[in-house]
């Protein structure tokens, strides 16, 4: 992992929230897979806008609600971009796999800070 990618979460929520639109718009999903899909272009995006708030904070208390809700939308995250990787059975799995495993780094990443904070 480059130290840019390490330190800049900013960009690195984006680049995540990014990531699933991409994948999301180059392929065509299936019935089931539709809500999945919603739902994960919603908390993807959640996480990067939560954040770039949080980096605006109007108060300490507002900067930890912030992080803590980066945390439960990433988390979210994590719930559908497994399901949709359950559920296809093409090259979509790896790239899937991969943001899984990105959404689970940002989890642990924010946990870790709520924690510095004393709110874990």
Known sequence: ???????????????????????????????EQTSDVKQVLRSSGSVAANYAEANNPISTGDFLHRLKVCRKESGESRLWLRLLGETSVDDRRNVLRTLWQESDELTRIFTSILKKNGEE
Not at 4 to 31: C, M, N, P, Y
């Open 1 to 31: 992992m480059s130290e840019e990618k390490k330190f800049d979460l900013d960009e690195r929520t984006f680049q995540f929230a990014l990531a699933v639109r991409k994948l999301i718009g180059a392929h065509r999903w299936s019935l």
